[in-house]
């Protein structure tokens, strides 16, 4: 029997099946093709292990990598797109343009020529301003017109008493009028300052960027500038000073290590002082218009002359840097200091001699966190504390042995420069920040916040404050973003 005659008919269809796909697949050549795949593959795979085993590794090309930086970090005005169409309207500045380019380190003297930071004006428009100033006070005076007005600034600017008030102000009549706003810095303002005189409404403020701001904020011209900016530092400016007898000699202290003087007269910032450190606070005696006390980040205070450019004296007060210096406007020689570390302290300069120092403080006081502020009052009867631990601090009392809590929030984001409370016009009110974009208002004899000052034209948080010493009801507030807000009272 053959053995197609032993297969089932299942077998043979089986088979005829194999042979008609066989026949198919030949007509169509995939057998070779699928050779060719196959001897494709192994020499890919040997080609790939022969690359792993390589010591040698090929680069691939990177794209560059794109760093953004915000317009805050660039020194150039926040985009205003979005805010009421009135708002920069309500501004006193109307277009201001500022340099964005670092400024490189001088070691010597700098000119107001070289240090000015804008791209629009001129730098002599300040000098000319304080000229203009002086002309019109000798021209009201009678008194005989020299060739130089400049030089006679200092010598004409009213020397006056500090106000003094009979009955507390009244909180309530302080208001904030648009003409009265204005962003007179790129950055974050960390200092501000009113000229302490009443012939002319000028404030000072020092930004995170270095830039010195100053605005004019009642201008004796309608069309002049009333925006002046210049960059004598290169780091933030920790303190500005504005002696009552020397105007046109303004003092500044930065983190970059440096205090400088910028004399009006001379159309120059000179470089008082150096040194490898920060400076974090800058003060000047009030009967004492050539020397400036300066506070460092070890905790070292320093007292730097103006004149022969040399630090006479240094102490070493806390253990960790000096946030403020302060001096008792009725007793000179009496200085309070804030510090990091915690505590706020009254000093004696009379027992702190070179050769023998006494570095007891005459009082303190123990706050649980940093300490960012220590100021007196108007009358030196008081000193007021701002620390981290929500509380601000007060001296009072004979010999300021009386000490008292009063509970605020002081907590700042790090986008906000830190609340530091500063007294008004009399002994009885702190000003402060608030974080809803307010102004809280702390009675002394009630130990509480008694009134907020509050308005719609106020955009940004105020956090550092000055109170005019020879103008009641006059409060400047200075925000993060530049931007200064003045209020003023009916009296």
Known sequence: MTSGESMTAYERRRLENIKRNSEMLASLSVHSRLTDLSASSNKRHREEKSYKKSSVKKKEPQSPVVIRRSLRTRGVPPDSNGLPGDFNESLKTTKLSYSSEPRSSVTGPLSMKDAFDMENGSYRALVEKFANVTKTLL???????????????????????????????????????????????????????????????????????????????????????????????????????????????????????????????????????SSSYAIYSLAQQPNNANSVYVGGGNGDLNVVDGRVRESTNSWSLHERRINTIDFNPSNPNIMATSSS??????????????????????????????????????????????????????????????????????????????????????????????????????????????????????????????????????????????????WTASL
């Open 139 to 273: 021209d009201g005076e009678g008194t005989r017109r020299t060739r130089s007005t400049t030089n006679a600034v200092s010598r004409t600017f009213s020397k006056v008493e500090r106000v003094k008030l009979e009955d507390p102000i009244d909180v309530n009549s302080l208001d904030l009028e648009s003409e009265n706003i204005a962003r007179v810095l790129p950055g974050r303002i960390f200092c501000v300052r009113f000229f302490p005189t009443t012939d002319m409404t000028m404030v000072v403020a020092g930004n995170k960027l270095g830039q010195l701001g100053f605005w004019d904020v009642k201008p004796q011209e309608e069309n002049e500038d009333v925006i002046h900016v210049y960059r004598p530092h290169t780091a933030p400016i920790s303190g500005i000073s504005i002696h009552p007898f020397s105007l046109t000699k303004v003092y500044t202290s930065s983190y970059d290590g440096s205090i400088r003087l910028m004399d009006i007269e001379r159309e120059e910032f000179e470089l008082a002082h």
């Open 341 to 486: 570390d915690g505590l706020a302290c009254l000093w004696d300069l009379r027992k702190m001699d070179v050769k023998h120092p006494e570095l007891t403080a005459l009082q303190s006081i123990d706050h649980k966190r940093a300490v960012h502020s220590s100021y007196f009052s108007p009358s030196g009867g008081s000193v007021a504390t701002t620390s981290l631990d929500n509380n601000i601090g007060v001296f009072c009392g004979v010999n300021f042995e009386d000490k008292l809590m009063i509970p605020h929030d002081n907590r700042t984001s790090r986008w906000i420069s830190t609340f530091r409370a500063i007294w008004g016009w009399d002994d009885t009110h702190l000003f402060v920040g608030n974080m809803g974009r307010k102004v809280d208002v702390l009675s002394l004899n009630q130990r509480k916040t008694v009134y907020t000052l509050d308005s719609p034209l106020m955009s940004a948080i105020p956090c550092r404050y000055d109170a005019h010493p020879y103008t009641v009801g006059m409060l400047a507030g200075a925000t993060s973003g530049g931007q200064i807000y003045i």
